[in-house]
């Protein structure tokens, strides 16, 4: 049908005795949920009515603050009996001892040191983790930021599940002392609601697990293993701070980048390569929990950050000390970082008979073709869940990374008679 220019769509429909379509309701703003008052809150609101010298709208004031307004009509209801009827009111001391300490805030952030507890706890784990790492002389750094980090995003999730009314409480669980046993972290990424996004979970979700295997076994340096992660780490969390509770609380002015006062060459490279010594057991976790990933996953800068550093120069006077640029990803400048990326990380590949030449060249001459088969089979290297290998590139024939190797070495070293001569006049006369 041909419409006249000028004429309603919907004046047309009843002329022509058709019912006339009504415009589709418009969804309403979803309201954000403002949390209530907290028990010992109403108490002291209480007490504060019986004293009879404050009106609602004095008693209103001494528990607004930023990260939570509360309503006109909640006072009124506690006043008239109608809200919280079974919550006694505070005695006199505990209310002089609110008046002696009020207004009790953070001087960084101006949050209550009571009421948002949860959220400077947060912040200022976080800020420990970061500084513990960065510190000087230390040789547990890693292991010490990812136990802080975990306590950190715990206490961030259980702000954010307070303020919207969930709890985060086991219901069928109590602390040895009797007390309230809260949800660890992975019980709050579980929660349907969480707000945080997919690749910071997946972040999350390695650094627990390896956590798991730090926990009860000596690790080695794990820090170059491990940094990247760490580093997104570092940056999901500012920006779920900052998401969801606000752009001031956010912690860049507390931890500006950090400056790398050492270069490396390719032989201190190879150094470093040789002394990280990755234990068996989370060298093989961290490949294991790679490899099931998927791509995107992996490309994903909220579960691993890969940051290329590189020498800028310029023909401008202004610019010439600008250490760090930014590129925007697809660009012919993010194209060229990729490439050295991928370079520098490309795992090394070994067929059977280089891991073997590599055992032997290592001390090792008595590690055959033989044993390496026997080995393999023995512990079911070539599961890709393991992260010992993969398929190669030509024919799908399989390949060893290094953590086989590293795993191998490990092996003949507890296995040392089976793999080294005798020294010579060994077993007596």
């Known amino acids: ?37 907290e028990t010992w809150e109403v108490s ?3 007490a504060m009515v019986a004293t009879e010298r404050y009106s609602d709208q004095d008693i209103l004031a001494y528990f607004t ?30 209310l002089d001892q609110f ?84 949800w660890d972290l992975s019980a709050c990424l579980a929660e349907p609601k969480c707000p ?9 979700e390695f650094l627990i697990q390896l956590r798991n295997e730090i926990e009860h076994q000596s690790t080695s340096r794990i820090d170059d293993a491990v940094g990247a992660k760490l580093q997104s780490c570092c940056l999901n969390f500012n920006e779920e701070l900052k998401k969801h509770f606000g752009n001031q609380y956010g912690l860049e002015k507390r931890l500006p980048i950090a400056l790398q006062f050492v270069s490396f060459g390719d032989d201190q490279r190879e150094i470093l390569k040789k002394a990280r010594s990755l234990p068996a ?37 202004g610019t010439a000390d600008v250490a760090v640029e930014f590129v925007k990803p697809g660009s012919e400048g993010a194209k060229q970082v990729e490439r050295v990326l991928l370079k520098e990380v490309q795992k090394t590949r070994y067929t059977a008979a280089a891991v073997i030449k590599k055992v032997q060249g290592a001390g090792w001459p008595l590690f055959t073709d033989q044993a390496h088969r026997d080995l393999w089979k023995k512990v079911k290297a070539k599961d890709p869940a393991k992260g010992f290998g993969c398929k190669g590139d030509y024919k799908g024939s399989w390949v060893w990374l290094d953590t086989w190797v590293g795993y191998v070495l490990d092996h003949c070293k507890a296995y040392s008679h089976l793999y080294r001569p005798a020294p010579k006049g060994a077993g007596g006369a």
Not at 10 to 26: D, Q, S, T, V, Y
Not at 196 to 204: D, V
């Open 1 to 37: 049908m041909v419409r006249e220019p000028g004429v309603d769509p919907a004046l047309a429909a009843e002329a022509a005795g058709r019912p006339k379509r009504k415009a589709p309701a418009k969804k309403k703003a979803a309201r954000v949920k403002l949390p209530a008052l």
């Open 65 to 94: 603050r930023p990260t939570r307004t509360v309503n006109h009509r909640v006072i009124s209801e506690i006043r008239n009996k109608k809200r919280s009827p079974e919550v006694p009111a505070a005695d006199q001391d505990t």
């Open 281 to 317: 057991h989370v060298s093989t976790f961290i490949d294991a929990f790679d490899h099931g990933l998927t791509k995107e996953q992996l490309d994903d800068p909220a579960y691993c950050m890969k940051v290329a550093f590189v020498p800028v120069s310029s023909n401008k006077p």
């Open 99 to 182: 008046f002696a300490i009020w207004p009790d805030v953070n001087p960084d952030t101006g949050l209550s040191v009571r009421g948002d507890e949860l959220l400077i706890k947060a912040r200022e784990a976080m800020i420990a983790a970061v500084h513990v790492f960065n510190s000087a002389g230390l040789t547990f750094r890693a292991e010490l930021f990812i136990v802080s980090s975990i306590i950190a995003w715990t206490y961030l999730l259980h702000s954010w599940f307070k303020r919207q009314g969930i709890s985060y409480k086991y219901s069928n669980k109590k602390t040895k002392g009797g007390g309230d046993a809260y």
């Open 196 to 204: 945080i996004s997919p690749g910071a979970k997946t972040n999350l």
């Open 44 to 46: 002291l609101v209480k």
